[in-house]
């Protein structure tokens, strides 16, 4: 394998034609920020995930201990380095465990450590990764009216069970919450516009969340800032997600969620979110599959 062959995975299903799919590298070395964000922008998909291993992979002064395997990650999206991001990093794990067997993995990303389980049952591969530690902040009223603007939804489809916040764990999402189906199908929006918020804001995506039971989710992000319309399937906002339903008491401390995303764009995908009393991560969960 040359330094600059490119896998395409699709992360958060068993098809490869649904859930999000991602480019991955499995050996960047000698790669530049130019040449990555140049393969990033060559393939199209929303992020490409770049490894050289092995590192170390030794955790921050502070941080758990895990073992496994070390790589550092970087992803680009089309547009520019993001610091983290999910379904490229459940597409890496399965990349490698395909080649390696499934095991546990260390991953250095711009974020912080991210120690990711990859597992087979029956054939098909699971990667499971453990967010930085995350956290939750307001976001004031203009930015959340603009916000709005943008999306050209009026503040009366939102759920009032869900107050907008901005959370994160790796990157930062802004959360809404619909209170339609619908609305959360009708999704067309002023693209430059909500382009300009979420940079100045310093936003990944926009996680636009309807509840359907009580731990079922349908999920839709725009992504902007990477130059895609839309992410079909986003691990770093359900783990941002996850956070955000414990922090507001909307889920239990301990806590399995499903969530359901990109059947309004034709390409399904499920993703696994476990929260656990006690510990501030949030574990993100789903199969991979290579793009033939």
Known sequence: MTAAEVLRYAAFSADPDGGNPAGVVLDAAGLDDGAMLGIAAALGYSETAFLTAPTAAAPPAGAVAEAGRGFTVRYFSPKAEVPFCGHATVAAAVALAERTGAGELVFETRAGTVPVSVTAVEGRLRATLTSVVPHVEEIGAADLAEALAALDWPAADLDPAFPPRIAYAGARHLVLGAGRR????????DFARL?????????????LVHRAGPALFHVRDPFPVGGVVEDPATGAAAAAFGAYARELGLVPADAVLTLHQGEDLGR?????VELRAGDPRVRVSGEGVRIP
């Open 182 to 189: 619908a609305r959360l199908a009708d999704l067309a929006y």
């Open 195 to 207: 382009e300009t918020l979420m940079r100045r804001l310093d936003l990944t995506t926009v996680q």
């Open 268 to 272: 399904p995908g499920v993703l696994t």
